[in-house]
C-alpha cells in the first residue's frame, strides 16, 4: 500500500494550494482519507477527513471555511483544497487512510510521504 501526497509549495498569505493523495495498493470502499500537518516543533495534527463510501467531511476549526476535502474514487485520489492560506498553515502535510473514527483521532492504518506547504506573510 501506497499513498503520495503532492502539491505542496510557496505560497503568499491569502493564496491557495491544491493537494493531491493518490492511494495504491489498496482499494478504498470503507473507512476515510484523512489530511494530517505537522509544523515545525509541533505535534502532528488533524487537518482535515473524507469518508470512502458516503463522503462526509470533518474540518479541523482551524481550517473549516477555507480548506475543502474532495475524493475522486476511481482514481482513489483525495484532494484538499486550501484557500486563503496563513502563515500558520505552514507545516509538512501528509494523508493516511484508515477507519473514520481512527482517523478522527490522528490514527491511520496507512500513511504517506508528506508534501511541504510553505505560506510567507
Known amino acids: 500500500v501506497q499513498l503520495q501526497a503532492s502539491g505542496g509549495g510557496l505560497v503568499q498569505a491569502g493564496g491557495s494550494l491544491r493537494l493531491s493523495c493518490v492511494a495504491s495498493g489498496i482499494t478504498l470502499s470503507t473507512g476515510a482519507m484523512g489530511w494530517f500537518r505537522q509544523a515545525p516543533g509541533k505535534e502532528r495534527e488533524f487537518v482535515a477527513s473524507i469518508g470512502w463510501s458516503v463522503g462526509i467531511t470533518n474540518y479541523a476549526d482551524s481550517v473549516k471555511g477555507r480548506f475543502t476535502v474532495s475524493r475522486d474514487n476511481a482514481k482513489n485520489t483525495t484532494y484538499l483544497q486550501m484557500n486563503d492560506l496563513k502563515p500558520e498553515d505552514t507545516a509538512v502535510y501528509s494523508c493516511?487512510?484508515?477507519?473514520?473514527?481512527?482517523?478522527?483521532?490522528?490514527?491511520?492504518?496507512?500513511w504517506g510521504r508528506g508534501t511541504l506547504v510553505t505560506v510567507s506573510s
Open positions: 493516511g487512510v484508515g477507519p473514520c473514527s481512527l482517523i478522527l483521532l490522528g490514527v491511520a492504518e496507512y
